[in-house]
């Protein structure tokens, strides 16, 4: 048996940070990863991220290698390709990354702050006190079994986590429904002459008939490479790659010499986060919490700013020197208050958007109905900012249509409601039956008149 402070189950995004800060805090933390050290990090991604959340949070940069493009936009495609909106906003500039290496960047960071890493060590499941999460059971590279015990676990590891099924707590999700996540195909291609698109830019396209509940993404690397796949929702799977072959691979590559670096396929979670990052002993985090923002299916930032949550919790729960949930609850407060009400309000403009006829789209772009400064405002911070006579200008302009435009309205009332709720995140678990009841009447009258959002 070995004792700890926090033990972390895996060193992604997510795990790696809740690590660093708490071993740069002084605590005695255990990062456990089922994979290889040298693996770990290496995952099917779009493989962008902002460059702000390094400044949140206090650490370097990517170095170079680490990072292989610096990005400064977003261009925005309709399903017809023939207009574009470009989306530039300081905030949202980043880096595409070299996926292993930085996350090998993370996790050294962690372990070189203090953490003790056990790599190709499982957690196969969890142990309790009554109902107070109190290590894991884990089962080495050796294949020996062993007890961690800690005064809280982290569940870092990822979408797929077995761990949270073990937990029964008052609204904890156990499963996620197959309308609340897309399944995934990229490549990464090596192109024999220059990228054409401008590699300053990522681009997104939108289309509910190829793409439905997803998009394609072209996001290039470096002059010559480019990470090139799609996200669509589980029900339009058939053969993912075929179905990128088809609709992806042939439009955007067709003939032009390629060598394909690497493929494979991924599931991101495209909903609201967990009601409760907490429970008794235990903090989930990450894709664990289906932490991903439902419009971009970024998950990258959101994992590390919640992974520094998890810490600023522990240390509060240090306080009374007890681990339960409502002690851990400061966890919740600070994650709901802020990324989950943005991310619960672009749920509900996931679940509009996904409803919308493509000729919708077409229109919406052609027209500038909204601009890339508006649809930035709207990615980052989950809510329409425009106002009612802006729309109704819009319409008087002959910008929008009427539907669009009473859509848009009610939409931005739907999210501002939401966020306002989420603001008002229960302060201990006791209430948190009344707040989720509050939370699923927004949720049914969108879901009544968009389709499925939960
Ligand atoms: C195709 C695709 C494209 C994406 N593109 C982007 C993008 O461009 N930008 C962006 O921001 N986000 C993107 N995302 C989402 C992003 O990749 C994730 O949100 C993010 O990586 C989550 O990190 P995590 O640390 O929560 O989980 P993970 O990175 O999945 O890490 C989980 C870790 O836990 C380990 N583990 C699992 N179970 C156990 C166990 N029982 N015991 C020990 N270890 C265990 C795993 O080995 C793994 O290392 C994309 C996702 C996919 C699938």
């Given at each position: 048996?070995?004792?700890?402070?926090?033990?972390?189950?895996?060193?992604g995004?997510?795990g790696?940070i809740?690590?660093?800060?708490?071993?740069?805090?002084g605590?005695?933390v255990?990062?456990?990863?089922?994979?290889?050290?040298?693996?770990?990090?290496?995952?099917?991604?779009?493989?962008?991220?902002?460059?702000?959340?390094?400044?949140?949070?206090?650490?370097?940069?990517?170095?170079?290698?680490?990072y292989?493009n610096?990005?400064?936009?977003a261009?925005?495609?309709?399903?017809?390709?023939?207009?574009?909106?470009?989306?530039?906003?300081?905030?949202?500039?980043?880096?595409?990354?070299?996926?292993?290496?930085?996350?090998?960047?993370?996790?050294?960071?962690?372990?070189?702050?203090g953490?003790?890493?056990?790599?190709?060590?499982?957690?196969?499941?969890?142990?309790?006190?009554?109902?107070?999460?109190t290590?894991?059971?884990?089962?080495s590279?050796?294949?020996n079994?062993?007890?961690?015990?800690?005064?809280?676990?982290?569940?870092?590891?990822?979408f797929?986590?077995?761990?949270?099924k073990?937990?029964?707590?008052?609204?904890?999700e156990k499963?996620?429904?197959?309308?609340?996540?897309?399944?995934?195909?990229?490549?990464?291609?090596r192109?024999?002459?220059?990228?054409?698109?401008?590699?300053?830019?990522?681009?997104?396209?939108?289309?509910?008939?190829?793409?439905?509940g997803?998009?394609?993404?072209?996001?290039?690397r470096?002059?010559?490479?480019v990470?090139?796949?799609?996200?669509?929702?589980?029900?339009?799977?058939?053969?993912?790659?075929?179905y990128?072959?088809?609709?992806?691979?042939?439009?955007?590559?067709?003939?032009?010499?390629?060598?394909?670096?690497?493929?494979?396929?991924?599931?991101v979670?495209?909903?609201k986060?967990?009601?409760?990052?907490?429970?008794?002993?235990?903090?989930?985090?990450?894709?664990?919490?289906?932490?991903?923002?439902?419009?971009?299916?970024?998950?990258?930032?959101s994992?590390?700013?919640?992974?520094?949550?998890?810490?600023?919790?522990?240390?509060?729960?240090?306080e009374?020197?007890?681990f339960?949930?409502?002690?851990?609850?400061?966890?919740?407060?600070?994650?709901?208050?802020?990324?989950?009400?943005?991310?619960a309000?672009?749920?509900?403009?996931r679940?509009?958007?996904?409803?919308?006829?493509?000729?919708?789209?077409?229109?919406?772009?052609?027209?500038?109905?909204?601009?890339?400064?508006?649809?930035?405002?709207?990615?980052t911070?989950?809510?329409?900012?425009?106002?009612?006579?802006?729309?109704?200008?819009?319409?008087?302009?002959?910008?929008?249509?009427?539907?669009?435009?009473?859509?848009?309205?009610?939409?931005?009332?739907?999210?501002?409601?939401?966020k306002?709720?989420?603001?008002?995140?229960?302060?201990?678990?006791?209430?948190?039956?009344?707040?989720?009841?509050?939370?699923?009447?927004?949720n049914?009258?969108?879901?009544?008149?968009?389709?499925?959002?939960?």
């Open positions: 048996m070995k004792k700890f402070d926090i033990i972390v189950v895996g060193s995004t997510a790696s809740a690590a660093y800060f708490g071993a740069k805090r605590y005695k255990c990062l456990l990863d089922g994979k290889p050290r040298y693996k770990i990090g290496d995952k099917i991604c779009g493989d962008a991220i902002g460059s702000r959340i390094f400044d949140e949070l206090g650490i370097p940069h990517p170095k170079r290698g680490e292989l610096i990005i400064d936009g261009k925005l495609f309709p399903p017809d390709t023939a207009y574009s909106i470009t989306i530039k906003d300081p905030t949202q500039a980043g880096y595409i990354v070299d996926r292993l290496r930085f996350g090998q960047g993370l996790m050294n960071t962690a372990i070189d702050a953490a003790e890493q056990f790599d190709q060590t499982h957690a196969i499941s969890l142990l309790f006190n009554k109902e107070q999460v290590g894991v059971k884990i089962k590279k050796n294949f079994q062993d007890d961690f015990m800690a005064d809280i676990v982290i569940d870092a590891s990822g797929h986590t077995q761990l949270r073990q937990v029964n707590f008052p609204y904890l499963e996620i429904a197959p309308t609340d996540y897309i399944v995934c195909y990229r490549e990464i291609l192109l024999k002459n220059p990228v054409v698109v401008d590699q300053r830019f990522i681009s997104i396209y939108m289309d509910n008939k190829r793409a439905p997803g998009y394609i993404w072209y996001f290039p470096n002059e010559y490479e990470n090139l796949g799609f996200g669509v929702m589980e029900n339009h799977k058939s053969n993912l790659r075929d990128y072959q088809k609709i992806v691979y042939e439009p955007f590559i067709g003939d032009e010499p390629c060598t394909r670096i690497t493929g494979g396929s991924g599931l979670s495209v909903c986060p967990l009601l409760t990052g907490v429970a008794n002993g235990i903090l989930f985090v990450g894709d664990a919490a289906k932490q991903v923002n439902p419009i971009t299916g970024g998950g990258l930032m994992s590390m700013q919640a992974g520094s949550y998890t810490i600023q919790a522990y240390e509060k729960a240090r009374s020197e007890t339960d949930a409502l002690a851990l609850w400061q966890y919740n407060l600070l994650f709901q208050k802020t990324i989950g009400a943005e991310f309000a672009l749920n509900l403009l679940s509009a958007i996904q409803s919308f006829p493509n000729e919708v789209m077409n229109f919406a772009i052609k027209n500038r109905v909204v601009t890339g400064e508006e649809i930035s405002r709207i990615t911070k989950g809510e329409i900012s425009l106002s009612l006579p802006e729309l109704l200008g819009k319409l008087l302009r002959g910008l929008s249509k009427p539907k669009l435009l009473l859509d848009l309205n009610y939409l931005r009332n739907r999210m501002g409601e939401i306002v709720l989420y603001r008002n995140y229960p302060r201990s678990p006791s209430y948190l039956g009344l707040w989720v009841e509050q939370l699923e009447k927004i049914i009258q969108v879901r009544n008149r968009y389709g499925p959002s939960s």
